[in-house]
């Protein structure tokens, strides 16, 4: 079960492991990169992130609640807010 409503994205877990994770809906594409912080970039198009212009980057703590945050904003991103 995905943690977004918007995205399919896995739970905290699967980041805590040690995992980035990176995914689209229509034009809209993201990556989370796990590493001291969790930071997510996003941007349109079809490219990779090595080839796409980044749009938007943010990061956050590398917890549930800093996860939570990261989902949320990630959500905001997508629709524009």
């Given at each position: ?45 079809r490219l990779c992130s ?17 996860f939570d945050e990261l ?11």
């Open positions: 079960m995905s943690v977004s409503e918007i995205f399919e994205i896995p739970k905290f877990y699967y980041f805590e492991s040690g995992n980035d994770f990176s995914g689209s809906k229509d034009d809209f594409a993201y990556k989370i990169i796990n590493g001291e912080k969790l930071k997510c970039m996003t941007w349109h198009g090595m080839k796409a212009e980044i749009e938007h980057e943010a990061e956050f703590e590398n917890s549930q609640e800093g989902i949320k904003w990630l959500e905001a991103q997508y629709k524009g807010e």
